[in-house]
């Protein structure tokens, strides 16, 4: 592969490679890193790639390997992590004041029900282990066969399927649990009480039945749902949609905040 052809794939999975890398860190700054370092060992590397998996893969494979490297040492989120978020933003008037100015002045700043179930996505699967939360977002987001992923994680496919089914079953219960779209006595309400917020003239059940996930979620079970979510997680592109500058400033406070409460833990 020449280094036109290089660049060219390279732009083709950027923006994958980049919602993806968010995912796993859940931080602004570390993405960029990464994606930078992502982009120079591939191509400081190029003469080793030999064709054995696509270039998307192999691509995949180096910024899995750089996010594992810088999130080894961390601990994982809570499962209550929505609840600890909450209670830090009600305490912080800074930080809806900051929302509600990306509100006012972004046109990425609109509050957008089915943008905060992709933000949720990201802030539970940060409760799992690591090579569990990674081989869930490569094959449930951004659609890697297990043999792939084996490829990716330099892991069996045995192995890749197990990672796949406790991380899945993990995610499942906890939303079944606690969001109340899907559950009405889940304990979790933000995304009807923050559509209040950024939409006071806009009636959040209207919003809700928009939702597939949401409108049929009595007559689906816990693994349907959980499709349904992925779907949305998956269309969606963190940085680029109507709401991304206004979740993006959510996701990095969450972030602040989670950092703070663990090393106090």
């Known amino acids: 592969m020449n280094e036109q052809s290089f660049n060219e794939a390279y732009e083709n999975c950027r923006p994958q ?53 810088f999130l080894k040492d961390k601990k994982r989120w809570p499962e209550n992590a929505p609840d600890i978020f909450k209670e830090a933003a009600l305490s912080d008037q800074a930080f809806f004041g900051e929302q509600m100015q990306i509100r006012a002045t972004s046109p990425h700043g609109n509050f957008e029900m089915k943008e905060h179930i992709s933000l949720c996505f990201t ?67 933000q995304c009807t009480e923050l559509n209040g917020i950024f939409n006071p003239k806009q009636n959040a059940q209207e919003e809700l039945v928009k939702i597939e996930m949401a409108r049929d979620a009595e007559k689906k079970d816990k693994e349907a749902l959980f499709d349904l ?37």
């Not at 539970?124 to 659609?143: F, T, Y």
């Not at 997680?233 to 949609?241: G, I, K, R, Y």
């Not at 959510?250 to 703070?260: C, D, G, R, S, Y």
């Open 123 to 189: 802030c539970v699967s940060k409760s799992l282990p690591l090579e569990q939360q990674l081989v869930l977002l490569l094959k449930e987001v951004h659609g890697f066969k297990v043999k792939e992923i084996a490829a990716i994680i330099a892991n069996t496919e045995a192995m890749v399927k197990y990672y796949l089914h406790v991380g899945r079953t993990k995610m499942e219960d906890v939303f079944d649990h606690r969001c109340s779209l899907i559950n009405k006595k889940g304990v979790c309400h």
């Open 17 to 69: 490679l980049k919602s993806y890398i968010l995912r796993m860190t859940t931080s602004l700054p570390e993405t960029e890193d990464i994606l930078q370092e992502t982009y120079l060992k591939a191509h400081n590397n190029l003469d080793s790639f030999k064709g054995d998996s696509t270039i998307k893969t192999w691509m995949f494979t180096i910024a899995s390997n750089l996010a594992r490297d």
């Open 229 to 265: 979510r992925t779907k949305i997680v998956t269309d969606l592109d963190p940085f680029n949609s109507g709401a991304s500058d206004l979740q993006l400033h959510h996701l990095q406070h969450n972030n602040e905040v989670m950092k703070k409460y663990l090393k106090e833990k």
